[in-house]
């Protein structure tokens, strides 16, 4: 079973993200941007305020492409559960947002980001949305690269929100404005009813 964490910057997700793994010991725990070097290729890329927004999707996508095949696809295929730090919804969310206020020509980013997935991705079977403001998420985040602001972020939400929209029994939003408590117990308790289905 594959559940994947999403949200802003700043929403808590590591924070949740770490929390499960002493619930669940034999999850395989993993997160996109990875630590391969396609992951290094894309950190280079977030740090770089002039970073061409197709490259950058395309090294987005060619990390995912490789978390898939050789770390997800095997752990599924063993009948893992598998708990990942983002996924395609960062892509479809973030770089729809990048691409909109770019340049590039793409009438409906979102669309065109989720055909490219579509070849080859493999869709989560449930998505926790931590759901929270764009400034509190921008402030909690620090501000500390071009996707942690507050403008770009709001986009980056409604985003989510369509995409929420468009599979609404895919998602489930946990209120990530309350305390890293409170939000850590509504994850495992979302999470146990997941895993129980
Ligand atoms: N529920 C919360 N309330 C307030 N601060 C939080 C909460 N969850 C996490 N934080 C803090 O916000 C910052 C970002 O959290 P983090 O888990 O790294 O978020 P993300 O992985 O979504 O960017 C960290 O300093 C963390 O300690
Ligand atoms: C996976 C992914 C991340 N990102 C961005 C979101 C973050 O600003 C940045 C790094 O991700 P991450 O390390 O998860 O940051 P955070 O813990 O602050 O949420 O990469 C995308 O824009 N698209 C993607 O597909």
Do not use: C
Request: zero cysteines; a negative charge; charged letters at 30%.
């Amino acid at each position: 079973m594959l559940i994947t964490l999403e949200g802003l910057d700043g929403s808590g997700k590591t924070t949740v993200w770490e929390a499960l793994h002493d619930v669940y010991p034999d999850a395989m725990f993993t997160r996109e941007p990875t630590d391969s070097w396609y992951g290094e290729a894309v950190d280079r890329s977030i740090a770089a305020d002039d970073a061409d927004p197709l490259a950058e999707l395309f090294l987005l996508t060619a990390d995912h492409a490789d978390h898939l095949s050789g770390t997800i696809a095997p752990a599924l295929a063993d009948g893992g559960l598998v708990i990942s730090d983002r996924y395609s919804d960062s892509r479809f969310a973030y770089q729809a947002a990048t691409l909109a206020a770019s340049d590039v020509e793409i009438d409906r980013p979102l669309e065109y980001i989720k055909g490219i997935h579509a070849a080859f991705s493999r869709p989560p079977d449930a998505t926790i949305y931590l759901d929270l403001g764009a400034r509190e998420a921008a402030e909690r985040a620090g501000r500390t690269n071009k996707f942690e602001q507050d403008g770009y972020l709001a986009a980056v939400r409604e985003n989510y929100e369509r995409l929420i929209d468009a599979e609404p029994d895919r998602f489930v939003r946990v209120d990530a404005s309350r305390s890293p408590e409170a939000v850590i117990a509504r994850v495992e308790e979302v999470l146990a009813e997941l895993v129980d289905e």
